[in-house]
């Protein structure tokens, strides 16, 4: 088992940057892909970034490409996600997951899931 605890998101300006962590407890990170997804409400959970096992390849998605950054330490056993140039239509609960699956911008292909915490870009 795998537990998983967002922290870092708040209300920021639109252009403002935030970092978002998510520690973890009950097996080392090491031996997963974990990925970062958000959820605005009325929308469907959408994949935002993916990193690999040892952190080597890192994946985004269309839309934050070049604002957002994942990264990873597997000796503090949490994943970080550095937003920068952020847009209000970046508000939406995020959430970062575990997985070992395939398709990496598919929900299916993680199995251990954090609570989320909410980002609201706004001025």
């Known amino acids: 088992q795998v537990q998983l605890v967002e922290s870092g998101g708040g209300l920021v300006q639109p252009g403002g940057s935030l970092r978002l962590s998510c520690a973890a407890s009950g097996r080392t990170l090491s031996s997963y892909a974990m990925g970062w997804f958000r959820q605005a409400p009325g929308k469907e959970r959408e994949f935002v970034a993916r990193?690999?096992?040892?952190?080597?390849?890192?994946t985004y998605a269309d839309s934050v490409k070049g604002r957002f950054t994942i990264s990873r330490d597997n000796v503090k056993n949490t994943v970080y996600l550095q937003m920068n140039s952020l847009k209000p239509e970046d508000t939406a609960v995020y959430r970062c997951?575990?997985?070992?699956?395939?398709?990496?911008?598919?929900?299916?292909?993680?199995?251990?899931w954090g609570q989320g915490t909410q980002v609201t870009v706004s001025s």
């Open positions: 997951a575990a997985g070992r699956g395939f398709l990496y911008y598919s929900p299916s292909s993680y199995s251990y």
């Open positions: 990193i690999s096992f040892s952190g080597d390849t890192s």
